[in-house]
T-cell receptor
Framework: DVKVTQSSRYLVKRTGEKVFLECVQD?????MFWYRQDPGLGLRLIYF???????EKGDIPEGYSVSREKKERFSLILESASTNQTSMYLC????????????FGPGTRLTVT | GENVEQHPSTLSVQEGDSAVIKCTYS??????FPWYKQELGKGPQLIID?????GEKKDQRIAVTLNKTAKHFSLHITETQPEDSAVYFC???????????FGSGTKLNVKP
């Protein structure tokens, strides 16, 4: 069974803290994605990675960075958390070529106070 | 870049009725259009998709139609059931590293 897991379901951090969100997939997928989900805005792409150590900016990369040291793990880093980064963060993965289906994790609800 | 608009933002129907959600896209290079369902507390899950060389696709009570000329596509759910209650997202992609542009979502409420 396909599985994408995210390290935390809920997270509360203070303004200025460095925050790490972890995502792991067990499907040997090449491509991994980080989205944020806000009411009325849908899912917006922050960063994606199509291979180990490779990354590409999405539509809203400002204030975020990513790391992909191993194929199965994709980390989202908030260098200095701000209140406008309070959101739901979703990780997804796909395999190149066979199918376009994105497999999503359950999400991490991050609150920055 | 691509812009996907989705309507309505909320939709309430009686059990057994049909529901229709509509999306428009701006980039004529987009060639793949999936629909995702997100239940409470879960990540989105693919329910149906359509490619640009097809005008309609059906899977049991769910169907998707695509009008490439007008750049719009729609999700149709017939004989709605309470378990269809969820948030639905449309998306568009031109298949480059599977990059997707999502609509803003439709919250469907099916009243028993």
């Amino acid at each position: 069974d396909v599985k994408v897991t995210q390290s935390s379901r809920y997270l509360v951090k203070r303004t200025g803290e460095k925050v790490f969100l972890e995502c792991v997939q067990d499907m040997d997928h090449e491509n991994m994605f980080w989205y944020r989900q806000d009411p009325g805005l849908g899912l917006r792409l922050i960063y994606f990675s199509y291979d180990v150590k490779m990354k590409e900016k999405g539509d809203i990369p400002e204030g975020y960075s990513v790391s992909r040291e191993k194929k199965e793990r994709f980390s989202l880093i908030l260098e200095s958390a701000s209140t406008n980064q309070t959101s739901m963060y979703l990780c997804a993965s796909t395999v190149t070529g066979a199918s376009y289906e994105q497999y999503f994790g359950p999400g991490t609800r991050l609150t920055v106070t | 870049g691509e812009n996907v608009e989705q309507h309505p933002s909320t939709l309430s129907v009686q059990e057994g009725d049909s529901a229709v959600i509509k999306c428009t896209y701006s980039d004529s290079a987009s060639n793949y259009f999936p629909w995702y369902k997100q239940e409470l507390g879960k990540g989105p899950q693919l329910i149906i998709d359509i490619r640009s060389n097809v005008g309609e696709k059906k899977d049991q009570r769910i169907a998707v139609t695509l009008n490439k000329t007008a750049k719009h596509f729609s999700l149709h759910i017939t004989e709605t059931q309470p378990e269809d209650s969820a948030v639905y997202f449309c998306a568009a992609s031109e298949g480059n590293f599977n990059k997707f542009y999502f609509g803003s979502g439709t919250k469907l409420n099916v009243k028993p």
